[in-house]
């Protein structure tokens, strides 16, 4: 069974945010999503919706800089339509980063939601699902495609 999610960040204002992140990101920000009140901000392989805080709890109050969160779609949804070739995508999400200090368990518990490790046969370190050492995270990782989550790949 495949899981999707879109990638969401709640927040007090959205469209104040959505404003600040399209000035930031150099990408426009448009109405859209999939809660009233939602900005949409297309980041090549998939769209980030900025929409209004969702309280957790009794005491769950918006943060000031909002909460980024990895929200289910049911049955998946469309991947955007590429850009026109005269107008590429400013800025496109290659990936996911997940952090945690328990690697196998991290990748079994996420496993409903990617895809496959990358061929063995592509000669990259790391291919068929082996730990890789990353010099730019300094640490250990495993890369998968992407699959239910936004990006082409998940590390």
């Not at 709640?10 to 999503?33: I, M, T, W």
């Not at 496959?116 to 082996?130: R, S, T």
């Amino acid at each position: 069974m495949m899981l999707w999610a879109r990638l969401t960040w709640q927040a007090k204002d959205p469209s104040a945010l959505a404003g600040e992140l399209a000035h930031r990101l150099e990408v426009p920000a448009r109405p859209g999503g999939l809660v009233p009140g939602a900005r949409l901000l297309r980041l090549g392989t998939c769209e980030l919706e900025v929409r209004p805080w969702i309280r957790e709890a009794a005491d769950d109050d918006p943060r000031p800089a909002g909460r980024l969160m990895l929200e289910p779609v049911p049955n998946g949804e469309e991947a955007p339509q590429p850009a026109p070739p005269d107008s590429p995508d400013p800025l496109v999400l290659q990936g996911l980063g997940w952090c945690t200090v328990d690697l196998d368990r991290a990748e079994a518990d996420l496993d409903m939601w990617l895809g496959p490790p990358p061929a063995a046969d592509e000669g990259a370190e790391g291919a068929g699902g082996a730990p890789l050492l990353d010099e730019h995270l300094g640490a250990r990782a495993r890369l998968r495609e992407g699959a239910g989550l936004p990006g082409a790949w998940s590390v």
